[in-house]
């Protein structure tokens, strides 16, 4: 840290608009990259169906093995601690994207919002699809079967 109590945080623009991203079939490091640009810029970011979003990979058992590599590394006192719950999966990757130990990255990272499904406040507004995130890929892995393979407890 710096020693200042005071950080400046006019260096960014606010545009203070708050946009609704359909994360359904988008590729999850391309929209997380997406994201994280708007945040920085000022913009409140929600994210529905985070479920729905994809990773590929050359195969499942690869992209769930790395992922299983992330959960398990470390110690249960110290971490890291990696989530089981899908929208937790997708904003943690978006976090990856942001200098989010910096007062700017710390603050658009509290702008951004993940949600399963589409709850009920945006149910009839547009939902933006992010085009540079869009594939179809012959080897993919929602963030649905992904956190199941890691653990997730499911709904009885």
Do not use: C, W
């Amino acid at each position: 840290m710096s020693g200042a109590k005071y950080h400046n945080t006019t260096s960014l623009t606010s545009t203070g608009t708050v946009t609704i991203i359909d994360a359904t079939g988008l590729v999850l490091g391309r929209m997380a990259t997406n994201i994280a640009k708007r945040a920085l810029l000022g913009e409140e970011v929600h994210i529905v169906n985070a479920e729905k979003a994809i990773i590929i990979g050359s195969s499942k058992k690869a992209i769930e093995a790395r992922y299983r590599f992330k959960r398990e590394v470390g110690t249960m006192r110290k971490g890291p601690f990696f989530p089981r719950e899908p929208h937790l999966i997708v904003k943690r990757t978006v976090r990856g994207m942001m200098q989010y130990q910096q007062p700017a990255g710390r603050a658009a990272y509290k702008r951004i919002k993940a949600h399963i499904g589409v709850p009920k406040q945006f149910a009839g507004q547009t939902l933006v699809s992010v085009e540079a995130a869009q594939r179809i890929g012959k080897t993919f892995l929602t963030i649905a079967e992904l956190s199941t393979a890691l653990g997730r407890p499911t709904e009885a």
